[in-house]
């Protein structure tokens, strides 16, 4: 089962900030929390992935809460083609092994 | 980052016919793989792992004489859906780590939609 807890459905305005958030209470000292979204009928796409300290790329920033039980994603100014599933993982570093997803957050970005 | 194709993308078939299905990674050598489903509004469901060299692992409740899984090199393994039904209608995806990588980021296939008649 999947060890995290997202909101079913999202919306955001477009250009503005899309928070998606994340509990993942049961967390272990040595699981990242990884953050993949799918666009309708494609493959799941990598975004981001942080063990403790806050994160950001080209694509988002990850803040993570000191107690390492919950988390945010963050898409600074969200468009149309962020439209998407949000799935937040967590999962051991080094583990190799296989991805098990939630439900997600469905982030409808709005004109 | 890393590149992972599936090929078909979609493809139509008869009920009782076989279905191929092929994950490649493009420039990176797999050792493991990950075939999932996913249902209309649905989730991905791990459905087997597929390593290289060796029988694959199958989920709780998928049939592995059903659902035969090759992976006979390094950047390779293929899906074969036996004797498709209506019910094996999905989309299909496959997945693989690098094992250059210290963290398990995990590359997807653009994914497979199954539609049998």
């Known amino acids: 089962d999947a060890k995290t807890t997202q909101p079913p459905s999202m919306d955001c305005a477009e250009g503005r900030a899309a928070n998606l958030p994340c509990n993942h209470s049961t967390i272990s000292g040595n699981e990242y929390v990884y953050w993949y979204r799918q666009i309708h009928s494609q493959g799941p796409q990598y975004i981001i992935h942080g063990l403790k300290n806050n994160e950001t790329n080209e694509m988002a920033s990850l803040i993570i809460t000191e107690d390492r039980k919950s988390s945010t994603l963050i898409l600074p100014h969200a468009t149309l083609r962020d439209t998407a599933v949000y799935y937040c993982i967590v999962d051991y570093g080094g583990s190799q092994g296989n991805l098990i997803f939630g439900k997600g957050t469905k982030l409808s970005v709005k004109p | 980052g890393a590149v992972v194709s599936q090929h078909p993308s979609r493809v139509i078939c008869k009920s009782g016919t076989s279905v191929k299905i092929e994950c490649r990674s493009l420039?990176?050598?797999?050792?493991?793989m990950f075939w999932y489903r996913q249902f209309p509004k649905q989730s991905l469901m791990l459905m087997a792992t597929?390593?290289?060299?060796?029988?694959?692992?199958?989920e709780q409740g998928v049939e592995k004489d059903k659902f035969l899984i090759n992976h006979a090199s390094l950047t390779l393994s293929t899906l074969t859906v036996t004797s498709a039904h209506p019910e094996d209608s999905s989309f299909y995806i496959c997945?693989?780590?690098?094992?250059?990588?210290?963290?398990?980021?995990?590359?997807f296939g653009p994914g497979t939609r199954l539609t049998v008649l």
């Open positions: 597929s390593n290289e060299g060796s029988k694959a692992t199958y």
């Open positions: 997945s693989a780590p690098d094992p250059d990588r210290a963290d398990n980021e995990q590359f």
């Open positions: 420039d990176f050598q797999a050792t493991t």
